[in-house]
C-alpha cells in the first residue's frame, strides 16, 4: 500500500523570466503599490517575533500598514532568534578576498546541495549587504576592528571571510535590533502587540487567508483576529526530536494548522543536524546547547587513533589523535559544512573512537589556536561560548579540550511558498525558518540570520504590497469564522477531557527517540518504516491516555505542550513519508541505501531534483516542483 | 542526590500563595535547576497534583525567559540564569527556597511565572534608534571605535530577564533602563535622539511603579549578563546633561 498519492505538479509563477540578476528588481518595479493613504485601512497578522517576524512586523508598520502581531513568550525580544550564536552572512567584501553577491550566491546553492531555488537564493545573497547596513543603523554592535570598520570571519563550506558577528551572541543582537524597531512602532500605535498569545488555527475565507485563530496564554481565552494578510514566521519544527537546540517552546503549531487548511508542506525531512552541540549528560537532559560553528575556525576536531581510548586527552600524543576532518578534506579542513561534518563525527563514533560518556562525543581542541594567538584572544572571540561551556559541562575548555556531539538544529524544509514568498493559500505569507525556499537540503552556517531578516526586512514589504494592491477583499462574515473557533475549542476540550495517565512529555520524549535513531543523522528504508509503524500507535495512545491536569480557562503550560507535541506527533509521520519517498542522499538527508563507495551522500539529481511539495489529506499528495540549475551546475559536493 | 524545594505556589494574581515544600531525590548534579522542576513536574503529574508554573523557553542563558529567586538571590547561587544554574551548586540533602521575581512593577500571574511587560514599556519609550528600513547608508560609512563598540556591546547583552528588579531593596529598574541607553548613546547612530531618549525611558519606568535607584548594587550582582555598575553612573549623567538642555 502506497504511503502516498502522486499530485500535479507545482511551479512557482513569481519569478519574472528575465535573467537572475534582474529578477528581484524586476518584481519589484512590476508588484502593485498601495497608496499610503490607503495603507492604514489595511490589517496585516504577523505570527513570531523572531528575526524573520519581528523585521516584518516593524518594516511593515513603518509603511503604514496595521500590524497585529503575535508570540507565545511573554515578550517578542525572547524568540529563539535570540539564541544564534555565530554570524550572519553579507556579500559586501570588505575583505577583497574575492567575495560577490554571485559567489555567495554560488556557494550557498552549492552548499544547500542543489535543492534550493536559484532565484530566491540570488535575492537572498543580492539583499544580504543591505541588511548589514540596516543593523548597523539601528545600533547593533557588531565587533569592530581598532580603525573602527567592521570585522568580519569565516564559516563552514566557505573560502571567505564575509561573516559579521557580534561576539558569540549575533542572534541575539539582531534580534534586539529587529525588537527595538518593533517597539517603536508599538509606541507610535503601529502595532498592536499580543504576547503570551499562541496560534491555533488559520481563517480561511473564500480561499483566502484572513485571520487567526488564539489562544491567550494567561486567560485561556480563545479568540479570532482577522486580517486582510496573513504572515508567519513562527520558526523550525526541530522539537519533533524533543532533544534539539530549539528553545522548549518552538513549535510547529502554526505552520502545521495553516497545512491542514490547505497550506502545502515542502521537504519536511530536510533537517539539519549541526555539528558542534554539547554532548547528553543523561536522562533528564531537556534540551541540547549548541557551541557556535565559528568555535571550528580555530578549534581542531580530533579523537584517539585507538578505539576506546579512555586517557584524559593531554596524556594522548599527538600522533596518536586523529584530525579526521584535516585528513579527509583536507582543503576546507575543520571548516567542512555541518552535514559533512556532523556525519563524519557520527562515523568515527560509531566505529568506536567516540570520547566521553557513552562514546558519543569528539574533542575540539584550542590547544594550538591558544599557543598560536595567545589566551586573551581566544578569550575576546569565544570567551561566552566558552563561559557556557563550562558552566554546563563543569570542564575548562582554557584546558582540556571540548567533547561536542552532532545534534538536530534547524528545519530547512517547512511551508511551501513562491518566490513572493507567498503560500499555496492566497494571503498567507511564510517567512525564515518556517518556510522551505531557501536553503536547500543543508543550510550554511550564518546564513539563517541572514533569510530571516532578508525576508522580513526586504523581501516581504513589497510582496505584501503587491497582494494587498491587487486584491479585493470583502469583509469577512460571522458565519466563516465561527466554525474554526468551535473547532478550535472543541479540540481543546478533548485534550482536558482525556485524563489518562501518560505525560505529555512521556509521549514527546518516545516520539523524539523515535526519530532521532530512525530519521536523524541517517536513514534506512526498514528504520523509516518501523518508524511508520509506530508514530500512528503513539498517536492514537497519546489520544487514549495522555493526562493534562488543571483547566483551560487559564494558564496552564501542560495543555500548551499538549497542543503542541499532538501536531508533531502528526507531523512526524509526513517527515517520515518524505524521507522514505527521497530514494538519494542530500546535505541533511542521508540515506544509508545511496552512498559512494568511500561514505559520501550520493545524490540522485536526474530523479530527485525537485521540491517535494506535500497537500494534506487522507494520504498526503506530492505535487513535485522542478528545480532548475541554469548558474550552479550540480556537480557532487565536494570539500575535499 | 536528594534535595527538599519549598515552592512558591500561588494559582492566581488575586489569590494568596505560599510556600510549599516537595522532596525530590534520586536528581543528578549534572541536572540543571529547570530541569530539576521538570522532573517535580512529572511527579505531581503522576500525582494528580497541579505542576508547577515556570517561565522558560531557551535554555541557553540567553532570552531571558526564566527568572526564580532561589535561596533569597535572583537567580540562585551563582551568577547566571536559572537554566544554567546546575544542581552542583548545591549540597545533598539542602533545603531550596523557590520564589517568583517580587516587585511592584512584575504582578504575579501563577506561581513562578511574573509579568515583566513593564520592561517592553520602558523599551518602547524610547530605547531604539529610528532608522526606518531600506535608506541605511553603508555600513563602514560611519567607523566606531573598537573600545565604544565593545563598551556599547557590554551594554547589549542585557537580556532582560529582570534580576535586577527582583534583586532591588527598591523594586528598581535601573539597570536594565541603564544598559540601554548606555548602548544607544555610545553610538554614533543613536546621538539625534540621545537627550529625548533617557528622558522618555526614566518618565515610563517610574510611570511602571519601579522603585528608585539608592546605588544599593545588589541589581549588579545578580545580573547573569554582567552589566556594569558604571552604567547606572552613565545613565545618570545622560539624564542630568538632557534635564539641563531641557529636551522634550
Redesign the interface.
Known amino acids: 500500500m502506497a504511503d502516498y498519492l502522486t499530485g500535479d505538479p507545482i511551479a512557482d509563477t513569481k519569478a519574472p523570466a528575465v535573467p537572475l540578476e534582474k529578477r528581484w528588481d524586476e518584481r519589484k518595479f512590476a508588484a502593485k503599490l498601495v497608496n499610503p493613504a490607503n495603507r492604514r485601512k489595511h490589517r496585516v497578522i504577523v505570527v513570531g517575533t523572531g528575526l524573520a517576524g519581528g523585521s516584518a512586523g516593524a518594516t511593515l508598520a513603518e509603511q503604514g500598514y496595521h500590524v497585529v502581531q503575535f508570540c507565545f513568550q511573554d515578550s517578542p525580544r525572547r524568540a529563539h532568534s535570540v539564541a544564534a550564536q555565530g554570524g550572519i552572512n553579507a556579500a559586501k567584501n570588505y575583505r577583497n578576498d574575492g567575495d560577490s553577491v554571485y559567489r555567495l550566491f554560488h556557494d550557498t546553492v552549492k552548499g544547500g546541495d542543489f535543492r534550493s531555488r536559484e532565484s530566491n537564493v540570488y535575492r537572498l545573497a543580492q539583499v544580504s549587504a543591505q541588511i548589514i547596513d540596516q543593523a548597523v543603523a539601528q545600533g547593533v554592535p557588531f565587533a569592530r576592528e581598532y580603525g573602527g570598520l567592521l570585522d568580519t570571519r569565516s564559516f563552514g563550506g566557505v573560502q571567505v571571510q564575509r561573516t559579521f558577528y557580534a561576539r558569540g551572541q549575533t542572534g541575539q543582537q539582531l534580534l534586539i535590533g529587529a525588537y527595538q524597531a518593533l517597539s517603536r512602532q508599538i509606541d507610535a500605535g503601529n502595532v498592536e502587540l499580543h504576547a503570551r498569545t499562541e496560534m491555533l488555527d488559520l481563517v480561511v475565507v473564500d480561499g483566502r487567508a484572513r485571520g487567526i485563530v488564539a489562544r491567550d496564554l494567561v486567560t485561556g481565552k480563545i479568540e479570532t483576529h482577522l486580517a486582510d494578510a496573513v504572515v508567519l514566521a513562527t520558526g523550525g519544527y526541530g522539537n519533533v526530536f524533543y532533544l534539539s537546540t530549539n528553545a522548549k517552546g518552538s513549535n510547529a503549531t502554526a505552520i502545521w494548522r495553516a497545512h491542514k487548511r490547505g497550506a502545502y508542506f515542502a521537504n519536511p525531512c530536510f533537517t539539519q543536524i549541526h555539528p558542534t552541540c554539547i554532548p547528553r549528560s543523561g536522562e533528564h537532559q531537556s534540551k541540547l546547547t549548541l557551541m557556535s560553528e565559528s568555535l571550528r575556525n580555530d578549534g581542531r576536531i580530533w579523537v584517539p587513533k585507538e578505539k576506546g581510548d579512555t586517557r584524559p586527552p593531554a596524556e594522548i600524543p599527538e600522533d596518536e589523535r586523529d584530525y579526521y576532518l584535516e585528513r579527509l578534506y583536507p582543503s576546507f579542513g575543520n571548516l567542512v559544512p555541518r552535514d559533512i561534518a556532523s556525519r563524519a563525527a557520527k562515523n568515527v563514533c560509531d566505529a568506536g573512537f567516540g570520547v566521553g560518556p557513552g562514546g558519543l562525543g569528539v574533542y575540539l581542541d584550542f590547544a594550538d589556536a591558544i599557543t598560536r594567538l595567545g589566551r586573551p584572544a581566544i578569550e575576546a572571540r569565544y570567551g561566552n561560548l566558552f563561559d557556557m561551556y563550562q558552566r554546563i559541562t563543569a570542564e575548562d575548555p582554557y584546558a582540556v579540550p571540548m567533547r561536542i556531539y552532532p545534534a538536530i538544529h534547524y528545519t530547512m524544509g517547512g511551508l511551501w511558498v513562491d518566490y513572493d514568498l507567498q503560500s499555496t493559500i492566497p494571503g498567507l505569507f511564510v517567512i525564515g525558518e518556517a518556510n522551505f525556499s531557501d536553503h536547500g537540503a543543508n543550510r550554511l552556517g550564518a546564513s539563517a540570520l541572514m533569510q530571516g531578516l532578508a525576508d522580513g526586512y526586504f523581501v516581504l514589504p513589497a510582496t505584501v504590497n503587491d497582494y494587498l494592491g491587487s486584491t479585493r477583499l470583502d469583509d469577512v462574515l460571522p458565519e466563516a469564522v465561527t466554525p474554526v473557533e468551535t473547532e478550535v475549542r472543541e479540540r481543546i476540550e478533548r485534550l482536558l477531557a482525556i485524563k489518562g495517565t501518560r505525560s505529555v512529555d512521556s509521549f514527546h520524549r518516545e516520539l523524539g527517540v523515535l526519530m532521532w535513531d530512525h530519521c536523524g543523522m541517517s536513514r534506512t528504508r526498514e528504520g523509516l518504516r518501523k518508524a511508520l509503524d509506530r508514530v500512528p500507535e503513539l498517536r492514537a495512545e497519546f489520544w487514549r491516555d495522555v493526562r493534562i491536569p488543571g483547566r483551560g480557562a487559564e494558564l496552564n503550560q501542560e495543555l500548551e505542550k499538549a497542543n503542541r507535541v499532538a501536531d508533531f506527533l502528526e507531523l512526524a509521520e509526513l517527515l517520515l513519508v518524505d524521507a522514505l519517498a527521497r530514494e538519494e542522499s542530500c546535505g541533511g538527508h542521508f540515506r544509508e541505501e545511496h552512498q559512494t563507495p568511500d561514505g559520501e551522500a550520493e545524490r540522485d539529481d536526474e530523479n530527485f531534483a525537485y521540491v517535494a511539495a506535500w497537500e494534506y489529506g487522507e494520504k498526503p499528495v506530492l505535487h513535485r516542483e522542478e528545480l532548475v540549475f541554469d548558474h550552479v551546475h550540480p556537480t557532487q559536493r565536494s570539500y575535499t | 542526590m536528594k534535595l527538599t524545594v519549598r515552592i512558591w505556589r500561588q494559582t ?1 494574581p488575586a489569590t494568596e500563595g505560599r510556600l510549599v515544600p516537595y522532596p525530590v531525590d534520586g ?2 548534579p ?3 535547576f ?2 530539576l522542576l ?2 517535580l513536574n ?1 511527579e ?3 500525582a ?4 508547577v ?1 515556570f ?11 526564566c527568572g526564580v529567586v532561589i535561596n533569597g538571590q535572583a537567580h540562585g547561587p ?1 551568577r ?1 540564569t536559572a537554566c ?1 544554574l ?1 544542581l ?1 551548586s548545591f549540597s545533598d540533602g539542602e533545603v531550596v527556597d523557590v520564589e517568583p521575581w517580587r516587585a511592584k512593577g512584575f504582578p504575579i ?2 506561581d513562578l ?1 511574573v ?3 513593564a ?2 514599556r520602558i ?12 535608506s ?5 560609512a ?5 573600545p565604544d ?2 563598551l ?2 557590554d551594554n ?2 542585557c ?2 530577564c529582570g534580576a535586577c528588579v527582583a534583586a532591588c531593596p527598591n523594586g528598581s529598574a535601573t539597570l536594565f533602563t541603564a544598559a540601554k541607553v548606555t ?2 548613546s555610545l ?1 554614533p ?2 546621538q539625534p535622539e540621545r537627550g529625548q531618549r533617557v528622558l522618555d525611558m526614566v518618565d515610563a519606568m517610574d510611570a511602571e511603579g519601579f522603585g528608585g535607584c539608592t546605588n544599593t548594587g545588589e541589581c549588579v550582582a545578580s545580573c547573569p549578563k554582567g552589566i556594569p555598575f558604571a552604567s547606572i553612573s552613565a545613565l545618570n549623567r545622560e539624564f542630568r546633561k538632557a534635564s539641563r538642555a531641557g529636551r522634550r
Open positions: 492566581g536528581v543528578s549534572d541536572m540543571s529547570l530541569e521538570d522532573v512529572q505531581l503529574i503522576a494528580g497534583e497541579e505542576p508554573a517561565d522558560h523557553d531557551c535554555r541557553e542563558g540567553i532570552c531571558g525567559s551563582e547566571t544554567q546546575h552542583r500571574i501563577k511565572v509579568d515583566r511587560s520592561l517592553d523599551v518602547q519609550a524610547g530605547g531604539y534608534v529610528s532608522a526606518p528600513t531600506g541605511a547608508p553603508d555600513a563602514h560611519t567607523p566606531v571605535p573598537k563598540a565593545d556599547a556591546f547589549a547583552t537580556i532582560g548602548h544607544l553610538l547612530q543613536g
